[in-house]
């Protein structure tokens, strides 16, 4: 992330303002300055990264100085006003440039953008000490306002868009800013329009041509301006998205208006390959001046306009549930990698799993657990699905591997030699070192290879390739064993039994619960027990809660069972006292 210096100098470069010709504009202001304050110097200095460079002078014929013991630096540095009364007096400045050609008096006030970076000073300067009155500061603001309004004047500082003409959202911001001043509290509707869904982007560009996306923009533009309401303003956003800021009226008008939005969009599409392509989305975000700001009217907006592709008319209202649905999302993904370094957030349970002929443990299966420190505990439901879509899902596994190996080792010391159950992505199979790397752990913390057992889903078996094949089979034939997670869920086609180097199936708890209540169920369990058998495959029933389903699933030849009539998942230390006193 670039720090502020160098954003404060990008926004500097991009004005285009260093070593350019003197302008009337600004003379004028520093003219203004001197005479107000009745003293021979006034500047207008902007701060590059080495020196001050006057774009404006009054009493002055250099046009730079060097920017090291600069008053005007630490201006930018402050991003406040800066009053010397006696440059001699100094220890900063007695000695600097400016104290050296005769300056004793120097008051300057910052050049803000509206994005927080200080270009500069507008500035004052005297051969004589002085003081400065609380007029004489606010004036001096007010000079630098000037200078800053001028910038943007000038330079647009960004506030059109050069594909439509439309205003863009730096306008926008400004917009609401003056808005909220002149209306605090007023109601307003911001209607985002998405004119192609964004990954459909490259399909448009590539079967209609890179420049049919810009000519549909500058059309969109067009028509959006010439069936603009009064009192509403349009502005260009990004490429193909749009904002409308409409005047305060009831949900149902915003809404109404919408659909005509997104209806009169969706006629400008070409042909029907362009009809095809082109799905416009209007989301419509109520808010109130002032109390959100630019960035937030715009996210919700947004958010309003994604949820709308998902509606069948493409418009839809700002939903504050949704919204915090997706947030939360976001924070946990946001939050998750540095619980991944945390000592206290991450920890493992384990559930124990017992023979249904003995009834002894003989495993258990490692379950992650996450106590975030500000939401509490999180449901592995609600984050593992989440972290499995990203980079995230191979540090997850490392450290479950890692943690589950360290406590299997810890167990074995204490004479406990169960064998741990850990799940495993479909992304660890990609690893093309997952079970050399796996291997060398359970070597290094001196465990065989009976240790673990891995678990994974049948989709996350079925939809990998050769390399996941590989590594299955090395693992497989280093007498690491594998087991299907949650069976009977993910593939019609059992084909897939025959190839896989799996030993364990584990029958999903939605075929367990009620067992013993459907006898649909008991007769799909019990197929899957003796072709499970048949295969050579051991059958392990998950979500076992009552005895009669235990008792049931014995009775059809079920090798070992998981479930809270046994025992829920459990800490370390409480799974110990569980295996001492048994079930």
Known sequence: MMSYEQQRLLALKQLNLLDTPPSESFDRITRMASQLFNLPIAAVSLTDHDRQWFKSRVGVDHCEIPRLKACCGEVA??????????????????????????????????????????????????????????????????????????????HAFGRIDPLTG??????????????????????????????????????????????????LARSAALHLQLSLPGGARIYSVSPCQFVHLLPSSDEHAALAFASRV??????????????????????????????????????????????????????????????????????????????????????????????????????????????????????????????EQTQLARPLTAWVIRAALEQAATWRRSGIGLCISINITAANLEEEDFAVRLLGAL???????????????????????????????????AGVRAAIDDFGTGYSSLSYLQEIAAQVVKIDRSFIMRLSEQAR??????????????????????????????DLLRSLGCDEAQGYLMSPPLRAHLFEDWLATGW
Do not use: K
């Open 77 to 154: 540095d402050l991003s406040d006003m800066l009053v010397v009364n006696d440059l001699l007096e100094s220890d900063v400045y007695r000695e600097s440039v400016l104290a050296e050609s005769g300056i004793r008096f120097y008051a300057g006030a910052p050049l803000l953008t509206r994005d927080g970076f200080t270009l500069g000073a507008m500035c004052v300067l005297g051969n004589e000490p002085r003081q400065i009155s609380d007029q004489e500061r606010a004036a001096l603001r007010d000079l630098a306002s000037m200078v800053m309004a001028q910038i943007e004047m000038q």
């Open 166 to 215: 439309l205003p863009n959202r730096s306008q926008f911001a400004e917009d609401l800013e003056d808005l909220a001043r002149d209306e605090p509290g007023g109601d307003r509707f911001a209607l985002f329009t998405d004119l192609i869904d964004l990954a459909q982007i490259t399909a448009v560009q590539r079967t209609l041509g890179p420049t049919f996306v810009d000519t």
């Open 262 to 387: 997104r209806e009169g969009l969706a006629g400008l599409a070409p042909d029907e390959t362009a009809a095809m392509l082109i799905r416009p989305a209007v989301g419509v975000a109520p808010f109130r001046l002032g109390e959100a700001n630019a960035e937030s009217v715009l996210r919700i907006a947004h958010g309003a306009c994604q949820d709308a592709r998902q509606d069948e008319t493409g418009v839809g209202l700002y939903s504050s549930e949704l919204d915090a649905c997706h947030r939360r999302r976001f924070t946990l993904l946001r939050d998750f990698r540095a619980a991944l370094a945390s000592p206290s957030q991450l920890r493992l349970d384990y559930q124990p799993r017992v023979a249904m002929a003995t009834g002894a443990c003989v495993g258990v299966e490692a379950l992650i657990r996450w106590e975030h420190p500000a939401l509490g505990a999180i449901s592995p439901a609600e984050f593992i699905p989440l972290v």
């Open 443 to 477: 070597d290094e913390h001196g465990l065989p290879v009976t240790a673990i057992e891995l678990e994974l889903t049948e989709s996350a078996l079925i939809s990998n390739g050769p390399l996941a094949r590989r590594q299955l089979g090395l693992l497989a034939a």
């Open 521 to 550: 169920s008991q007769t799909l369990v019990r197929s899957m027990v003796t072709m499970a058998h048949d295969l050579g495959y051991s059958v392990v029933a998950e979500g076992v809660e009552t005895q009669a389903v235990y």
